[in-house]
């Protein structure tokens, strides 16, 4: 029946039994709801207190069962002598409550509470009883006070008994509990009982509230150490890509500034590596001026210009060709000679031109490669950054970053 409980097909567990068990109807009241109307008598004048018993009710097995978790006073529905009178203005007050306090509930039955001491006879409220609840298993619930006698009456088809005995059941009602706070003139007061049960099912209470709390002290603390975490976390990994970039742009520098032929040198070591490991083929350079190796060799020049080993294989062929034809001699000295003249010119023109280069002072031009840069190319040629102020000016650069691949430079 709502949303608080469901009794079937489970009953509640922390019950307390009144009086005997009624064979015909099962009633269950919350102990709340108990407490409420045991306290519940007139003062200040008043002779009656009057309201509605809210609840909700199942059958098993034919057998009705009756859950009552509300209780909800009327307002202006008593007048002098002890009489109830049911206005159609206190009806909707008392269906506007329902609705804000006791939502999902509907009416089980009525109670009337009297000062300790009174005589409440059901013979002087039937008539409203018949009026207003006279559907079958409903309620009429008399009580005088904390130490006065309760009875309940219930309408069947057999007519209109008072029942043998309820049961008191404890479960959570916070509705309850809110509507009896909102009653000043009703304090919260629970019933004074030593059973067992109960005490043990409200120091279980506690105990969860306990737990509760510190479960979410517990959560508030883990979350606020997750976020400082990430902080640091997000923190460090923005400096160490700062530090990242940083040493990228060092390693462009020191690239942009190791010279051509450093260059070249590591990849002669490399080269020379593959050859250890059996990688690389043999690589035959030619030199400039069409000079290529021949059988003949000048006596002369040998000594001069070739290594002792080489002296020795050149003599070796000399005496080979020695064994040949007079005329076939001289033709293959001849070619010999040429070729070494030719040599020696090559190998001396450069040299000279660098030397006349050098003494005129005149500018030399170089062609900027893909990937060189004017630190580079200062420290290739001049092994020291002393003239990059005068390339600069000499080829009137303002910025001494801005070069491109293929663009021609007058070096000094």
């Not at 298993?137 to 088809?157: A, F, H, Q, R, W």
């Not at 409200?202 to 975490?229: F, I, N, P, S």
């Not at 997000?234 to 020191?254: H, Q, T």
């Not at 001289?330 to 001396?348: C, G, H, R, S, Y």
Request: aromatic share 8%.
């Amino acid at each position: 029946m709502g949303e608080l409980y469901n009794p079937f097909p489970k009953l509640p567990k922390n019950i307390r039994q009144i009086g005997e068990r009624d064979q015909i109807v099962k009633l269950y009241v919350e102990d709340y709801v108990n407490t409420y109307l045991k306290r519940l008598y007139p003062a200040g004048g008043q002779e009656l207190r009057v309201g509605l018993l809210l609840g909700g009710m199942e059958f098993n097995d034919g057998t009705p069962y009756i859950f009552i978790d509300g209780a909800l006073e009327m307002e202006d529905v008593t007048d002098a002598g002890g009489k109830v009178i049911f206005s159609e203005l206190s009806w909707k007050r008392a269906y506007r409550n329902m609705e804000q306090l006791f939502p999902k509930r509907s009416i089980q039955g009525w109670f009337i509470c009297g000062r300790p001491g009174d005589d409440l006879s059901p013979i002087n409220y039937w008539k409203q009883h018949i009026q207003y609840f006279g559907e079958p298993n409903k309620l009429m619930y008399l009580s005088n006070g904390t130490d006065g006698e309760e009875t309940v009456y219930i309408t069947s088809e057999d007519g209109f008994y008072k029942l043998k005995g309820y049961s008191i059941y404890y479960e959570r009602n916070q509705m309850m509990q809110d509507y009896m706070v909102l009653r000043k003139d009703v304090k919260r007061i629970e019933t004074d009982t030593n059973d067992k049960v109960i005490e043990e099912f409200r120091k279980r209470m506690d105990e969860h509230k306990v737990e509760v709390t510190d479960r979410h002290q517990t959560v508030g603390l883990l979350r606020g150490m997750c976020m400082a975490m990430s902080v640091v976390i997000l923190a460090g990994g923005i400096v160490m890509f700062n530090n990242y970039e940083r040493m990228r742009d060092m390693e462009s520098v020191i690239a942009s500034a190791i010279p051509a032929k450093a260059e070249q040198i590591l990849i002669g070591k490399k080269g020379q590596e593959k050859e250890t490991k059996g990688e690389s083929k043999v690589v035959v350079e030619e030199a400039e001026g069409g000079v290529y190796p021949t059988t003949a060799v000048n006596k002369e020049t040998m000594s001069e210009t070739m290594p002792a080993e080489s002296q020795a294989e050149t003599m070796a062929e000399s005496k080979a060709a020695e064994t040949l034809p007079p005329a076939t001699q001289e033709a293959t000295q001849a070619a010999t000679q040429a070729a070494t003249q030719a040599a020696t010119e090559a190998a001396t023109q450069p040299a000279v031109k660098e030397t006349e280069a050098a003494a005129s002072g005149s500018p030399r031009v170089h062609v900027v490669q893909e990937g060189e840069t004017l630190y580079g190319i200062c420290i290739a040629e001049y092994h020291t950054m002393n003239k990059l102020k005068e390339i600069c000016e000499l080829n009137g650069l303002d910025d001494e970053n801005k070069i491109v691949a293929g663009q021609k430079l007058l070096l000094p």
